[in-house]
């Protein structure tokens, strides 16, 4: 089985790249259309490692264009296995990963977008962001007391301050993209009801104990802000530069694909390749090669 327009449009059908119209209600967490077993949609996140490699190093190669995956979502959604799995086939000397958690004291006295934008991808870089500058018009407006510690001049926290963040956000994306980053954004879409299944199963089986925090279950409390939240960013940043891709999560195999479709799928629109070596440079490179060969003879004449 190869990939091809059935994979990419498995992702095409939950790519937003107009957020106006947008309803999350229209979104199944638990979809899997396009797919009719766990083992193809195995396969094709197999084949899509492989052809990451090869598009990855071209993007190396050609040092033109990086590309920024931001990774939104509710705890238990995935997040940190589907980076694991859709990139596993990744050289890391290109692939930088950050995982944004509470700011620090630093960070709070800068303004929001500071902090993540000191770790952009280079050009010829794939960058990862495990929640990111989003997580201002989510966690941010979920729990308003954070916004208080930001100090920010009292006058400035309006009415409209998340759309004013929306529309920072948006000129910083359309900034970069003018700039040769190209970013795709996913908000991995679980069900309150899976979300549940997986802490009880974090609980019950000891090797996962570890992942469990209070803090999630206290914040699953918030589950329907936190809805509220997640539509009116998309609603206020999808954009056709820079669009979102609502991935079902309720089934892990499924998000996967759809999140491997989805990234190469937009490397391969960049039209990637090696670069060619023109006239001088293969001259001197002929040059480099006669050098070599004739201190090999050199050598193995003295050796006789």
């Given amino acids: 089985m190869k990939i091809g327009k059935k994979t990419f449009k498995l992702a095409d059908a939950y790519r937003v790249n107009h957020g106006k119209s947008f309803r999350l209600k229209d ?38 264009w990086s590309l920024l995956l931001i990774f939104q979502a509710m705890d238990a959604a995935g997040k940190d296995g589907v980076i694991k799995h859709v990139m596993s086939g990744v ?19 800068h303004d929001f977008l500071w902090r993540t934008n000191k770790c952009l991808p280079e050009r010829g870089r794939i960058g990862i962001f495990n929640r990111s ?30 759309q004013e963040r929306f529309e920072d956000i948006r000129n910083l994306e359309s900034h970069l993209t003018r700039n040769g980053t190209v970013i795709r954004k996913f908000f ?30 206290r914040e699953r409390e918030c589950w329907p802000d936190y809805m509220h ?44 390749a090696l670069p060619k070596v023109d006239r001088e440079r293969r001259k001197e490179l002929d040059a480099a090669r006669a050098a070599l060969e004739k201190n090999s003879k050199a050598q193995q004449k003295h050796r006789g």
């Fill in 27 to 64: 979104f199944d967490p638990a979809a899997t259309r396009g797919l009719h077993s766990r083992e193809e949609a195995i396969a094709m996140v197999q084949q899509s490692i492989a052809m990451l490699q090869d598009l990855q190093e071209k993007l190396y190669a050609q040092d033109e």
């Fill in 133 to 162: 500058y989003y997580e201002e018009v989510l966690v941010v407006r979920v729990h308003p007391e954070f916004l208080h510690k930001q100090h920010l001049p009292q006058h400035l926290i309006g009415k409209k301050i998340w």
């Fill in 229 to 272: 939240a997640y539509e009116e960013m998309i609603q206020g940043t999808a954009t056709p530069d820079a669009p979102w891709y609502v991935v079902p999560a309720d089934h892990k195999w499924y998000m996967h694909t759809v999140v491997s479709s989805a990234i190469i799928e937009t490397l391969e629109s960049l039209d990637l």
């Fill in 188 to 217: 991995l879409n679980v069900s309150k009801d899976e979300q549940k299944r997986r802490f009880l199963q974090r609980l019950d089986e000891p090797e996962k104990n570890w992942k469990f925090s209070e803090a999630d279950v």
């Fill in 91 to 109: 050289n890391p000397q290109a692939c930088q990963v950050y995982s944004f958690k509470q700011p620090s004291t630093e960070e709070l006295d």
